[in-house]
């Protein structure tokens, strides 16, 4: 059985391997700078433009967290309510899956037409790459509630909503926080694909002039500072999640 000081060294054991091994790849190959920089190339491209990256990051960070919030909000309540009306579940699929089916890529032009160059289509489009995964986690957990334990709780007269509240939406949790995992990491590429069409700002913005400018280093340092705070946000929110729905992980495995 692994100790926990053994699962807590391993994100970072195997972090350091990987770029120990891409650095000593790019340096015996002798792999161009153009091509595929090195980790310490990297590195000091980011220590070098690290106010830049600093401003444009911290945009990015809000505007995805905004569209994340969102998210969340509706996500949570469309999920109930599809969870708790099978009429309802059955007759909104389509038109989710299928606006869920559309690259969001193709939708900020729209944005743009509605709401103009600005912060607005980031957002949005965090909003609506981030949105379905939650309504569908959150509603399969809520529709996850035995028959049995419904017929039991109604003939102890509790109504709809009470065993939606009380049973279903407690039983739905690990779904939730399965998804918004899922969801804050889509979230920053729905920031940045609105960035890169839409914004002045952030980091989207800053890879495609850097890219426009064929800046190398700089683009793979702005990819690697919006990596760094993709795994910041999911640790955050797995913490959170350990916190909340520690119950739910049975095994060592999932613990």
């Known amino acids: 059985m692994k100790t926990k000081n053994q699962l807590a060294l ?4 195997f972090t350091i ?7 000593i790849v790019c340096r015996v190959l002798k792999v161009s700078s153009f ?16 106010t830049q990256l ?12 905004a569209g994340f919030g969102l998210a969340v909000a ?12 099978r009429l309802i579940n059955a007759g909104s699929y389509p038109l989710l899956v299928g606006f869920n089916s559309i690259p969001k890529v193709a939708v900020v032009p729209i944005l743009v037409f509605w709401f103009g160059v600005g912060w607005v289509p980031p957002v949005m489009t965090a909003f609506l790459i981030s949105f379905f995964p939650i309504v569908v986690n959150v509603a399969t957990g809520i529709s996850t509630v035995e028959p049995e334990m419904e017929d039991v709780l109604r003939a102890l007269g509790a109504s709809k909503r009470d065993i939606v509240l009380k049973v279903g939406v407690p039983r739905a949790m690990p779904y939730f926080f399965g998804s918004l995992k ?7 590429v729905g920031s940045v694909i609105g960035e890169q069409n839409a914004s002045n700002v952030g980091i989207g913005n800053l890879l495609t002039r850097a890219s426009a400018a064929f800046e190398v280093p700089l683009v793979w ?13 999911y640790a955050i929110t797995a913490y959170v999640e350990r916190s909340m729905t520690g119950w739910a992980q049975r095994s060592q495995m999932a613990a």
């Open 17 to 23: 391997g990987f770029f120990v091994l891409w650095e």
């Open 221 to 233: 340092a702005a990819l690697l500072v919006l990596a760094v705070l993709g795994v910041v946000m």
């Open 10 to 13: 391993a994100p970072w054991i």
């Open 54 to 65: 600093a401003y444009h990051a911290m945009h990015t960070l809000w505007m995805t967290l």
């Open 182 to 188: 899922v969801g804050i990491t889509l979230a920053y």
């Open 35 to 50: 091509i595929l920089p090195a980790p310490s190339t990297i590195l000091l491209a980011v220590w070098e433009y690290r």
């Open 74 to 85: 509706f996500g949570l309540l469309l999920g109930m309510v599809l969870g708790s009306s």
